[in-house]
């Protein structure tokens, strides 16, 4: 079945180290994000991307960096700049295209980061 | 800027009651509209749609109508199970934003079924 993948499923940080989420898709979509969701606030957009090389900020990306090499991967690193990073995130994607707006997002089930 | 409210939670009810959960939306233009649901742990999993006016998105027994004079959308169900107990995020999206989809999410209404 296709679908996202997620990993780890739990992860823990220490003061002043980077952690890398991974996110892998075989869903053969265009577009991916990464999200961050805390208690009562919803989901805010870190990144996206739409292609292979390209990548955009989306409204909290300050203390995080993302790759796309690959269609299939999107991984999102959690710099020491980032100081509230204990959360849970969301890897989504999207097929392309004009018709991109009109289409649901597929997500992984997330990965929860906690500071030591 | 587009913004979607919803009705605070937790929502408890009992098993069989009727549902709903209020969605209003502000956007420009003419947004897709979404219902999104999550487990315990888990990710969101797409649970209806629309994409114009007057639409009816509905599926496992929710419902939801695209209502563009007064810009809701609210979900409805009329029969809950003890399963239905989840999170549920209204959204909506640009249909025109090109190549990626720009999203904007509810804070989420907790649903607890209770036996």
């Known amino acids: 079945d296709g679908g996202i993948t997620q990993s780890p499923k739990y992860l823990f940080r220490k003061e002043g180290q980077n952690v890398t989420l991974s996110c892998e898709q075989n869903l053969n979509h265009d577009a991916m994000y990464w999200y961050r969701q805390d208690p009562g606030q919803g989901l805010r957009l870190i990144y996206y991307s739409q292609i292979v090389n390209d990548f955009q900020k989306g409204d909290i990306a300050e203390g995080y960096s993302v790759s796309r090499e690959k269609k299939e991967s999107f991984p999102l690193t959690v710099t020491s700049a980032q100081k509230n990073p204990t959360a849970f995130y969301l890897c989504?994607?999207?097929?392309?295209?004009?018709?991109?707006?009109?289409?649901?997002?597929?997500f992984g089930d997330g990965t929860r980061l906690s500071i030591l | 800027g587009d913004s979607v409210t919803q009705m605070e939670g937790p929502v408890t009810l009992s098993e069989e009651a009727f549902l709903t959960i209020n969605c209003t939306y502000t956007a420009t233009g003419y947004p897709s509209l979404f219902w999104y649901v999550q487990y315990p742990g888990e990710g969101l999993q797409l649970l209806l749609k629309?994409?114009?006016?007057?639409d009816k998105g509905s599926n496992k027994g929710f419902e939801a109508t695209y209502r563009k004079e007064t810009t809701s959308f609210h979900l409805e169900k009329g029969s809950v199970q003890v399963s239905d107990s989840a999170v549920y995020f209204c959204a909506l999206s640009d249909p025109y934003s090109g190549g990626y989809q720009k999203v904007t999410f509810g804070t989420g209404t907790k649903l607890q079924v209770i036996p």
């Open positions: 629309a994409t114009k006016a007057d």
């Open positions: 989504a994607s999207t097929g392309g295209g004009q018709t991109a707006g009109n289409q649901p997002q597929h």
